[in-house]
Structure formats: structure tokens, C-alpha cells
């Protein structure tokens, strides 16, 4: 069974930090890993993702103020916010994309976790 766990989420103020963690457990091979958000009224974006080779790609929104990690013996990618603002307020939700014993190449989802940056 895959699972991605997420945590981390919370209520700050603008300025402050918050690392989000995702946790991904029952996937064979991992390709790549990212984060997505989505605010309400809004399509979900494309946050930050992370390859096997550990070659990122962010969002011009959060350049300089997220950085995306994994610890690859845990199956686990963080999501370190600095600088947050308060148009950072969305769900972020915690995307895997690998194979499992199920199937091959499939996207899995987190539950989603909010995050609430106030002025």
C-alpha cells in the first residue's frame, strides 16, 4: 500500500517559516517527488519538485524562499519555507511519482496540509 504522510503544516505570520514533510512508504522506486498548492478558487500549482538526481525545480512565486530536500534512505522530501507571505496561504499537498508492486509509474497524492500565513 503506498502512503504519503505529510506534517508540518500550520497557521504563521508573514515572515516566519515552516518545514512541511512528506513521508512516502510501499513505493518500490521513486522518480521524482514535489509539492503542489492550491488555494481555493485557484488550480492546483506546481510548488517544487525534486528528481532522482537531486536536481530541483521551483516556482518563480517561492525562488529564494523554499527549498525542496529529500532524505533518500527515508523516502522522505521536506519543504523548508522561509519568508512566507501571506499569498503563500494554500493546501500543499505532497506528490510521489514512482512504482510500486501495484503499478508502474503512477502518481500518488498526499492528503494535503494546510498552511495559513497571516499579515
Known amino acids: 500500500q503506498v502512503q504519503l504522510v505529510e506534517s508540518g503544516g500550520g497557521l504563521v505570520q508573514a515572515g516566519g517559516s515552516l518545514r512541511l514533510s512528506c513521508a512516502a512508504s510501499?513505493?518500490?522506486?521513486?522518480?521524482?517527488m514535489a509539492w503542489y498548492r492550491q488555494a481555493p478558487g485557484k488550480q492546483r500549482e506546481l510548488v517544487a519538485t525534486i528528481f532522482n538526481g537531486g536536481m530541483t525545480n521551483y516556482a518563480d512565486s517561492v525562488k529564494g524562499r523554499f527549498t525542496i530536500s529529500r532524505d533518500n534512505a527515508k523516502n522522505t522530501i521536506f519543504l523548508q519555507m522561509d519568508s512566507l507571505k501571506p499569498e503563500d496561504t494554500s493546501v500543499y499537498y505532497c506528490n510521489a511519482v514512482g512504482s510500486s508492486r501495484w503499478s508502474l509509474n503512477s502518481s500518488y497524492w498526499g492528503q494535503g496540509t494546510q498552511v495559513t500565513v497571516s499579515s
Open positions: 510501499g513505493i518500490i522506486r521513486i522518480n521524482s
